[in-house]
């Protein structure tokens, strides 16, 4: 957990560095937007390709993302996804990468907006691949690898809706649901062997924190 609160820490204290130019309109034609979301225990899953016995974990998870403004309020990047979970002696990680695109429809509105709320609508798709490990019971008996591994390779497309509270007209603290369609193909190795098997789909639904920062100089008029 250290260090995943660390990773969280830095990426705060970039967006600080980076929002320090004070935009009049931060969701203007040619603005920048880097984006620091992090999700701790707020999310649930479903589907066959979550399952972990009987139960679903909850899960710690970095979702920064950078984007540019091609129009006012419509800002296309890339998003880079980082996930870790721990349920008993499973422990899960996962890292994906892939395009996003935000929509701010009060864009017209924007200006000065310290200590105003601008409400905006995302959608990503992230190439993905996860791994699970857990022990491996016959290890004590046969001479084995100690723990069973599970790999899942696919992609995640997420549906993201919420708002931006302005701190100030550069940087503001965001909250998000969000719902996601998954699928994935998995690799089993159990007992040294391994074993694939057919792709499988799922869903999650979840709520995510984190601080937006807009940066440059921008150039579209309103």
Same mark, same amino acid.
């Given at each position: 957990?250290?260090?995943?609160?660390?990773?969280?820490?830095?990426?705060?204290?970039?967006?600080?560095?980076?929002?320090?130019?004070?935009?009049?309109?931060?969701?203007?034609?040619? +603005?920048?937007?880097?984006?620091?979301? *992090?999700?701790? /225990? !707020? %999310?649930?899953?479903?589907?066959?390709?979550?399952?972990?016995?009987?139960?679903?974990?909850?899960?710690?998870?970095?979702?920064?993302?950078?984007?540019?403004?091609?129009?006012?309020?419509?800002?296309?990047?890339?998003?880079?996804?980082?996930?870790?979970?721990?349920?008993?002696?499973?422990?899960?990680?996962?890292?994906?990468?892939?395009?996003?695109?935000?929509?701010?429809?009060?864009?017209?509105?924007?200006?000065?907006? +310290?200590?105003?709320?601008?409400?905006?609508?995302?959608?990503?798709?992230?190439? %993905?691949?996860? +791994?699970?490990?857990?022990?491996?019971?016959?290890?004590?008996?046969?001479?084995?690898?100690?723990?069973?591994?599970? +790999?899942? *390779?696919?992609?995640?497309?997420?549906? %993201?809706?919420?708002? *931006?509270?302005?701190?100030?007209?550069?940087?503001?603290?965001?909250?998000?649901?969000? !719902?996601?369609?998954?699928?994935?193909?998995?690799?089993?190795?159990?007992?040294?062997?391994?074993?694939?098997?057919? /792709?499988?789909?799922?869903?999650?639904?979840?709520?995510?924190?984190?601080?937006?920062? !807009? !940066?440059?100089?921008?150039?579209?008029?309103?």
């Amino acid at each position: 957990m250290n260090k995943r609160v660390m990773v969280s820490l830095i990426c705060v204290l970039s967006l600080l560095l980076v929002a320090s130019a004070m935009a009049d309109n931060p969701v203007a034609k040619g +603005k920048i937007l880097l984006d620091g979301a *992090t999700n701790g /225990s !707020f %999310m649930t899953k479903s589907g066959d390709l979550n399952k972990v016995g009987d139960k679903s974990p909850s899960y710690f998870q970095l979702n920064p993302a950078l984007a540019y403004f091609l129009a006012d309020g419509i800002a296309v990047g890339g998003t880079v996804q980082f996930a870790y979970s721990k349920l008993g002696d499973v422990k899960t990680t996962d890292i994906g990468a892939g395009p996003i695109v935000f929509w701010f429809p009060t864009a017209k509105n924007a200006d000065n907006p +310290k200590g105003k709320v601008l409400p905006f609508l995302a959608g990503s798709f992230v190439y %993905m691949q996860d +791994k699970t490990t857990y022990p491996n019971t016959s290890a004590k008996l046969v001479s084995v690898a100690a723990d069973n591994e599970t +790999k899942n *390779t696919g992609w995640a497309a997420r549906f %993201m809706g919420g708002g *931006t509270w302005m701190l100030n007209n550069s940087l503001g603290l965001h909250g998000e649901a969000f !719902f996601e369609l998954e699928n994935g193909k998995a690799e089993v190795t159990t007992a040294g062997t391994t074993f694939k098997g057919d /792709s499988n789909s799922g869903t999650a639904f979840g709520v995510m924190i984190g601080v937006l920062g !807009f !940066f440059g100089s921008g150039g579209g008029g309103m």
